[in-house]
């Protein structure tokens, strides 16, 4: 069957639904294909199922921790994998029912469900149907990309996916990739019971980061226990007993870790290999990633991609702002753009970092006169108060524009006091906007002005 609408979104990720719902208030048609669970990675199986996890996780840090606050708990401690997994269900649930509903009562949609694949420049097969549109909508996401480690077709494996149903507490869980989710879930294991392993093959966690950042989440990854190998040149892995060995440089030899279970955090892959791109002559990057311009527009006429798929953004945040560029320019004659955007996210490890703008190595790199303030969290009373003082507040600022040129706060409520700055960021203000302010106490954040106050050349 041929049917013609005014638009079809493939895919229900952070954008598409915000942009289904704006375009049939706008009075086009419009139909919305998904293939699995309707708000995608994030509400599913990424940020809050995973923010779920790392709650019930600190609970039970605090919980062990109670008598340093004079807080007695008398017997052991015990971590109830089904019912932190039922909580997360019941939680990510109520998120996917909404965002259901909520594309269910959209007026002007029609939804499709099944995998959505291009026939040509304007047209979109779905099942047995070919919608017809002169506007399409990517919003296909990613997924988490496997690598080709020796041995891995021989072993069983998670990805952030599969970690959704654990309801055990793994023996030894050990997590390839040190980044950003690897990190998380292997802190959130570590507090629930189970002995953790990261196998890195860069020389730092989180190697994006500053290494004075990479440093500290290490430091505090260890403190709990978590086992930490970098500088893996050749990762490969064997069944052993009833786990799995992982040997860090392809060799047997000492550098070998053997666990329980294997969690693969390396990286995502964009959704895009059976999408028909090629058919409607729409260019990716090597990596599969739809190229776009800086108002997410495709090489063809009337296909745009928003979300993780177009390479731009990795982020929630970063996928709903696509949307909001795209409607803003489809609909309200406002040029916006990506590169308006400023780079900011969370690591959400606790104490979690907020990250905004350039990093102090980027501005190093960039050559331009800077200065920069940067506080540990152990002279913040705050942190103190709540014996949590790992982690530091790091700002760069410009020395000519005095504007904020990026910031770093690991600690603390770190991923909610950036965004003071983020802010002033995106205001294009100086710095003193800030350190003339005044902040409430005691509060992570009434200390910024001051590390503001101190800055000194970037040397
Ligand atoms: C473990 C984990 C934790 C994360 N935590 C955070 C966090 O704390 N903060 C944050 O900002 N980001 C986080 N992210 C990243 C965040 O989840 C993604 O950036 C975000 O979901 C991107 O959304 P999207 O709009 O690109 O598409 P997605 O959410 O990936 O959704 C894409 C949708 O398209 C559907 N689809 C794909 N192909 C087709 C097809 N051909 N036909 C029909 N449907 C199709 C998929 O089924 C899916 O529903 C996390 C990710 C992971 C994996």
């Known amino acids: 069957m041929i049917e013609d609408f005014d638009a079809v979104i493939i895919g229900t990720g952070q954008s598409g639904p915000a942009l289904a719902g704006r375009m049939g208030e706008e009075g086009l048609r419009v139909a919305v294909i998904e293939r699995h669970l309707f708000g995608g990675t994030c509400v599913n199986v990424g940020c809050i199922p995973t923010k779920t996890l790392v709650a019930s996780a600190r609970a039970a840090h605090m919980a062990r921790r109670g008598s340093e606050f004079g807080v007695m708990i008398d017997g052991q401690v015990r971590v109830d994998m089904a019912a932190v997994k039922a909580r997360k269900d019941r939680i990510a649930g109520e998120s996917n029912t ?9 007026a002007n949609v029609t939804i499709f469900r099944g995998h959505g694949r291009l026939t040509g420049p304007a047209s979109v097969e779905v099942g047995d149907e070919t919608l ?17 480690l020796q041995g891995l077709g021989d072993v069983e494996y998670f990805t952030n996916s599969g970690m959704m149903e654990v309801d055990f507490l793994p023996d030894h869980l050990v997590i390839i990739g040190g980044s950003y989710i690897g990190l998380e879930f292997a802190q959130m294991y570590r507090r629930f019971g189970s002995r953790v392993s990261v196998i890195e093959q860069g020389d730092r966690v989180i190697a994006r980061d500053d290494e004075d950042v990479s440093h500290a989440v290490r430091e505090i990854l260890e403190g709990e226990g978590v086992d930490i190998h970098t500088g893996a040149k050749c ?3 064997q069944a052993e007993g009833t786990g799995v060995a992982v040997s860090l440089d392809c060799v047997d030899g000492p550098r070998r870790v053997v666990g329980s279970h294997i969690l693969l955090a390396v990286g995502r892959q964009p959704n895009t290999g059976d999408l028909g791109l090629a058919e409607a002559g729409v260019a990716t990057d090597s990596r599969g990633y739809i190229q776009v311009d800086d108002q997410l527009r495709t090489n063809v006429d009337g296909i745009w991609a928003i979300g993780d798929c177009n390479g731009r953004g990795a982020f929630t945040h970063t996928s709903y702002n696509d949307y909001e560029i795209l409607a803003a320019n489809l609909f309200d004659n406002d040029p916006r753009r990506v590169s308006d955007r400023i780079t900011c996210y969370g690591l959400f490890i606790d104490p979690p970092l907020g990250r905004a703008g350039l990093t102090e190595a980027q501005v190093r790199a960039s050559g331009r006169r800077a200065l920069i303030g940067k506080r540990p969290m152990s002279r913040v009373g705050r942190a103190r108060e709540r014996s949590e003082t790992q982690g530091f507040i790091k700002v760069i600022v410009d020395a000519d524009s005095q504007e904020i040129l990026g910031a770093a706060i690991l600690g603390v409520n770190g991923d909610e006091v ?9 205001a294009k203000a100086p710095y003193t906007v800030i350190s003339r302010a005044v902040h409430i106490h005691p509060t992570v954040a009434e200390l910024v002005p001051t590390v503001l106050q101190e800055l000194k050349p970037l040397e």
């Open 98 to 106: 909404g965002v259901t509903k909520w594309l269910e009562s959209m």
């Open 132 to 148: 017809r549109a002169p506007r399409i909508v990517l919003n296909v996401g990613a997924r988490a990309l496997v690598p080709e």
């Open 235 to 237: 990762i490969a892995v």
């Open 418 to 426: 950036v965004h003071g700055l983020l802010d002033i960021m995106y």
